[in-house]
């Protein structure tokens, strides 16, 4: 049950990384 909440997290956190780096080249 740890391991599958970890792993969202962990997802979730991917996704955000990747919007964030889109947001960055959009501003650039």
């Known amino acids: ?3 599958i ?3 969202i997290l ?3 956190s ?3 990384e990747s919007l964030m ?3 960055f080249f ?3």
């Open 5 to 7: 909440i970890l792993d």
């Open 21 to 23: 780096l889109i947001l």
């Open 10 to 12: 962990d997802f979730t």
């Open 1 to 3: 049950m740890v391991y």
């Open 14 to 16: 991917a996704i955000f």
């Open 26 to 28: 959009e501003i650039l």
